[in-house]
């Protein structure tokens, strides 16, 4: 496994873990990283503030760089040998392996999995770059917590208008607040006033260091596999393209590609014709889902206020959005829910 950095490195995200990614790990995420959890949401757009509660835990609270440290402890605890400060440079497909060039050294494999996010070196080998329309950008800071700042530790908030397709968020966590902004590329023109506007408004230090990073929006139909090479994660584009969760399909589709890699070694056949079944896997248990919440994503930030008066005056609409954001629903689910109630949600909207 190779790092291009040395482990624990600061990794922009919310550092939300929903139910639904927990589950996917043959391990117990240990206590001490949980630093939170969220049983509701505070939903704000233009002059509306709409609140809903959950008895269940929607996400729990992380510093990435503390569970991505976690999870390659686990990876080196189970036989992973783990190469940190070493950068790939280039990956080349021969007939016989995959040759790796890194920063130190040169790797002969016979396969590899190409788990290196939206600017994937590896993807070169299999697709061409992502389209801009394709994807979206995210600023992240942490925001040291002053007494009084938060009202409810197990809250987040969402705020809505500020980017097309996308939102801006606060996670609560123990020392901080993660606080961030996310949206379509082309939508930010200059990211950082973007950036510094929103803190403004949220009455936050503009001048606070922030982070930023590209997520492919999922979805959309990608090539996730050639000769002797599997993409996973951001590289393959595995990302929700409503709230922006990429961790639970970058769980998946490592575990799928770690299944198909172990099949083709004991068929000692690294060829597409081989690899083909991790693609048909993927597309099998969440290919539908996310371009089922491309759909709904699309629909809602192309309205904006219909779907938050929609909301406003229906607060089961936001209680069914934050069952899908936990994993207890998936988008067909909500949509066949939320289709039957259209009509009836539509007249409410037009007296508030």
Not at 17 to 30: N, Y
Not at 52 to 68: A, E, G, L, N, Y
Not at 174 to 199: C, M, Q, R, W
Not at 300 to 318: D, R
């Amino acid at each position: 496994m190779l790092e291009k950095e040395k482990l624990p490195r600061y990794k922009p995200c919310g550092g939300g873990i929903t139910p639904k990614a927990a589950s996917l790990l043959d391990f117990k995420i240990k206590k001490e990283l949980i630093e939170g959890g969220c049983f509701g949401t505070q939903l704000h757009y233009r002059d509306y503030k709409i609140e809903v509660r959950t008895p269940f835990k929607i996400i729990s609270f992380v510093s990435r760089d503390k569970f991505d440290l976690y999870l390659a402890e686990k990876a080196v605890d189970a036989g992973v040998e783990l190469r940190e400060s070493e950068r790939v440079k280039s990956v080349e497909l021969t007939k016989d392996a995959v040759n790796v060039r890194t920063n130190r050294n040169i790797y002969k494999a016979s396969a590899v999995i190409g788990a290196d996010g939206v600017n994937s070196i590896v993807s070169r080998s299999v697709r061409k770059a992502f389209r801009p329309k394709e994807l979206a950008l995210s600023l992240e800071a942490q925001v040291p917590i002053k007494q009084g700042m938060i009202e409810d530790q197990d809250m987040s908030t969402i705020y809505m208008g500020y980017i097309p397709r996308g939102y801006g968020w606060v996670f609560p966590k123990e020392e901080h607040l993660s606080v961030g902004i996310y949206g379509t590329l082309s939508g930010f023109g200059n990211p950082k006033d973007v950036f510094a506007n929103f803190l403004s408004k949220l009455n936050l230090d503009t001048n606070i260091e922030y982070h930023a990073h590209l997520i492919p929006f999922g979805g959309y139909d990608r090539t996730l596999y050639s000769d002797r090479i599997l993409l996973v994660g951001d590289a393959a584009g595995f990302v929700d393209p409503l709230f922006g969760e990429g961790i639970p399909y970058a769980i998946n589709s490592g575990r799928i590609a770690a299944d198909t890699l172990v099949k083709a070694y004991e068929q000692e056949e690294f060829s597409r014709k081989v690899l083909k079944e991790y693609s048909n896997t993927c597309h099998s248990i969440f290919d539908t889902y996310l371009k089922d919440a491309l759909n709904v994503s699309l629909l809602i930030y192309k309205h904006p206020t219909v779907f938050v008066k929609s909301i406003a005056s229906n607060k089961p609409l936001l209680y069914k959005g934050l069952e899908i954001a936990a994993g207890r629903i998936d988008y067909k689910q909500f949509r066949k829910w939320f289709l039957i109630r259209i009509p009836y949600y539509c007249i409410r909207s037009l007296f508030l």
